[in-house]
């Protein structure tokens, strides 16, 4: 490992502060930005109730004492949390996303990284989303570039699919025998569609956090019908690179309104695994097995409708000893070394930009 001039390895810490609002991940990787030396110490910052609430009054807008008091929020949950870090040479600082409309108003992400920068004494990669989007880009997903990291440091032969199942899915498919991610070939990567509408649902219903580990789900029926007319909306026939904003399912909703609680849950998570399954039809060849990561992981009613509906293996990260709650916090982390080497962190095959780009800017205290 070489220090801080040099181009071997660094210590980087990453943070994300993910569309379910939940709270803010923090983990460390030690990485040259193409290798994956280790991981190191992760970290959790739950929002309160209290502060959930102010990020969720501030989804969707751009400008306004909403979007100030989000970012307030977000930046004081951050510099806490990331504080309790000691050895990182360089932050990767995500943020919070309020708004993603990659062909209209652009991505917005909250959060200082210049702020950060001086509150931690260390520099800090930021803004990771806006230059691919303003290249032509989605802007999302980023995390693929890690997928094709994290596919490598595990010694994976042959092609294989990263799930990550949060507020909104997204897949990556990576061919780990191609050793550059923006190489033609090597990546494959969207979001598959949503799955927060199944924590609004039992919001609204039953005032819960989200359905846990399927208690509701389990007991209810799937109706056909719905699961159709979802899957009849145009984003599943859309060809990839394609990403997706918070809300835009809210048609999930109104599609079960009518169901019992449990047939709702039902119907809503069979939904989210057949957007998964419609998304499979695009990988360049089938992958040897499908790797999931974030939340939703935890779900076993999801787990086992994804086994049911793809051809090939459906496990946890775990399976490969990742750490499936840190996935994206530990991407920011390596891309954040990546944009300090001037490497790319997305290509035409993971966002659709025109050309392989660097993404984010560097604060220095
Ligand atoms: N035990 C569980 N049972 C069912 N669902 C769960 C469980 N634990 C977490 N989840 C789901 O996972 C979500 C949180 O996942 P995660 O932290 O990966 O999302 P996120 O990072 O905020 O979202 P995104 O990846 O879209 O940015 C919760 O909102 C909930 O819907
Ligand atoms: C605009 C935005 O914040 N998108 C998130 C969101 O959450 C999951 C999915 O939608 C993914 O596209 C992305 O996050 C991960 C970390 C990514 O960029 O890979």
Redesign the pocket.
């Known amino acids: 490992m070489k220090g801080k001039n040099g181009q071997g390895s660094i210590p980087a810490l990453g943070a ?1 502060s ?2 379910s609002l939940d709270g803010v991940d923090a983990a460390m990787v030690v990485t040259d930005g193409n290798r994956i030396e280790s991981f190191g110490k992760t970290g959790y910052r739950a929002y309160s109730p209290a502060e959930r609430e102010i990020l969720r009054a501030a989804l969707g807008r751009w400008h306004d004492d909403d979007v100030a008091q989000a970012a307030d929020t977000v930046q004081a949950a951050h510099a806490a949390l990331l504080g309790e870090f000691e050895d990182a040479e360089l932050v990767g600082f ?1 943020g919070q ?1 309020l708004a ?1 409309e990659p062909r209209g108003r652009g ?1 917005h ?1 909250i959060g200082d990284g210049e702020a950060l920068a001086r509150a931690l004494g260390v520099p800090v990669v930021w803004d990771f ?1 806006a230059a691919d989007v303003a290249m032509g880009g989605e ?6 570039f890690f997928h094709h990291a994290c596919a490598r440091h595990i010694g994976a032969k042959r092609p294989l699919a990263f799930l ?1 199942l ?3 899915g ?1 897949l990556t498919w990576v061919d780990p025998r191609i050793e550059a991610p923006e190489a033609e070939g090597a990546l494959l990567a969207f ?1 598959t569609g949503p799955a927060e509408p199944i924590n609004d649902l039992v919001g609204q219903r039953l005032g819960l956090d989200c359905d846990r580990d399927g208690a509701l789900a389990r007991q209810g029926r799937v109706l056909d019908g719905a699961l159709e007319l979802f899957l009849a909306e145009s984003y599943f026939s859309r060809m990839p690179p394609k ?2 904003d918070r809300d835009d399912f809210s048609v999930m909703l109104d599609l079960v309104r009518g169901l019992s609680d449990a047939d709702a849950a039902a119907t809503m998570t069979a939904m989210a695994a057949a957007s998964v399954m419609r998304g499979m039809e695009h990988c360049p060849q089938p992958p040897e097995r499908v790797l999931v990561t974030g939340g939703g992981r935890l779900n076993p009613v999801m787990m086992r409708m994804l086994g049911a509906c793809l051809d090939c293996p459906v496990e946890p990260v775990e399976a490969v000893d990742l750490d499936g709650d840190m996935l ?1 916090a530990q ?1 920011f982390a390596y891309l954040a070394v990546r944009v300090a080497r001037g490497l790319p962190t997305s290509a035409p095959s993971t966002t659709g930009v025109p050309a392989p780009v660097g993404g984010g800017q560097i604060s220095r205290p």
């Open positions: 994300m993910g569309t995500h996303t993603h991505t992400q989303r802007g999302a997903p980023l995390a693929p990550n949060g507020g909104v997204n979001d990403s997706l994206e991407a």
